[in-house]
């Protein structure tokens, strides 16, 4: 049983306490450069989940394997080849998105999310603790991504996942959309972040 | 005249970091200081050059012609990381006193996404030549290192200032770039 409730907060750790964005601030490039869309911010969202997990999955199994001096190189090359399948999967089955995402998708390489996790996680627990943890960070960061792309398109585009709700012609606050509404954005969300978690401390 | 608007492109317009989000943990991580942020930027401006440099080359020379050209995101991160220890390394024995000034952000470079961003853009350059990759690292280095000391000086009059409690830390930071960024976005249109 303790093991189980454990395991819980090993999940929920990810989502809330140490939140790889709000929290962490792991991984800003991708969670700055192309959260232009609700959409866009979910899709790279799960891109990196994929490749957290996959990566956290492997680096826990062979962890005894890899001489210590040498382990980052070796996390790099394990991180690498799981962003390559991301790549040319992303090119063939959803080419829109691929586009959308451009030069962040090879970038997810230096997130410094998945190589941390590696590091800090993996390369010490079970299995079962690191996909558990994989797939909490990895959804504390989509949801984080969501979050941000979500503002943005709403405030930018008068839309939520290419869903309109204003007209046409309606003025929007197109500055949201462009690179400072990124900052902008995010700076007002952990701000949130910090009063919502400060309170129920 | 091409070089001129590459430089002006790079440094201002499409600023690489207040505009294409590379490099943003640096940014917000050792801007601190003015002086961190000065030797930060020497790290870049070293090692872009010479990682576009060298991964220009092998993927010219080595990855296209023997049509391995999938495998560019792995190699790249490889290239980059063991030229930042070999340089580490070099550097040490070459020179100390530039090892002095540089040798703490040579290992935090590897992960420094503004290096492998920078590497990738510049094979997509329009008839891109050697000399232009390079010429187009240095150029974006230099507005790496525009906006960092910028926003560290920016940081260091901020630690005067009497802010609410939640607003600390990371949301006026990400503020602050904000408005610099949008400050930046005035130079839109210039080439």
């Known amino acids: ?201 | 005249m091409e070089y001129i608007i590459i430089l002006i492109a790079a440094v201002f317009v499409n600023n690489i970091v207040l505009s294409q989000f590379l490099g943003i943990c640096p940014f917000l991580g050792v801007s601190n200081k003015v002086s961190t942020s000065v030797g930060m930027s020497g790290a870049v401006l070293f090692v872009m050059t010479i990682a576009t440099l060298a991964t220009y080359l092998l993927h010219e020379f080595i990855l296209v012609p023997s049509g391995l050209d999938y495998l560019r995101t792995i190699t790249f991160i490889l290239v980059i990381a063991s030229l930042v220890q070999m340089l580490e390394i070099m550097l040490k024995k070459v020179s100390p006193p530039l090892y002095q000034a540089l040798g703490v952000f040579l290992p935090l470079i590897t992960t420094n996404c503004a290096v492998l961003g920078v590497a990738i853009l510049a094979l997509g350059l329009e008839d891109a030549s050697l000399l232009k990759a390079v010429f187009f690292a240095i150029a974006h280095s230099i507005g790496f290192a525009l906006a960092l000391i910028v926003f560290a000086s920016i940081r260091e009059q901020l630690e005067l200032a009497n802010l609410p409690k939640g607003m600390q830390g990371v949301p006026i930071n990400l503020l602050v770039a904000g408005l610099l960024s949008l400050a930046f976005l005035g130079f839109t249109g210039l080439v």
């Open chain 1, 1 to 201: 049983m303790a093991e189980k409730i454990n395991q819980k907060q090993n999940f929920l750790k990810g989502i809330i306490k140490d939140n790889p964005v709000f929290v962490m601030l792991l991984g800003m490039c991708p969670t700055l450069g192309v959260t232009s869309s609700a959409f866009n911010g979910l899709g790279m969202g799960i891109a990196t989940l994929f490749v957290l997990l996959m990566s956290n999955i492997v680096v826990s199994l062979i962890k005894s394997q890899i001489p210590s001096k040498v382990r980052i190189p070796a996390f790099i090359i394990i991180i690498a080849s799981f962003v390559t399948i991301v790549e040319m999967v992303l090119e063939a089955f959803i080419p829109f998105l691929y586009e959308q995402l451009g030069i962040f998708i090879p970038l997810i390489v230096v997130n410094c999310l998945i190589l941390g996790r590696a590091e800090a996680f993996a390369s010490k627990n079970t299995l079962l603790s690191s996909i558990i943890d994989g797939i909490g960070m990895g959804i504390g960061f989509t949801i984080a991504l969501t979050a941000l792309g979500a503002v943005r398109e709403i405030l930018g585009n008068g839309s939520i996942f290419d869903l309109r709700f204003v007209s046409e012609d309606a003025n929007t606050f197109i500055l949201f959309i462009l690179p400072p509404g990124a900052f902008i954005a995010l700076a007002y969300l952990s701000l949130l972040f910090n009063k919502l978690t400060l309170k129920s401390n």
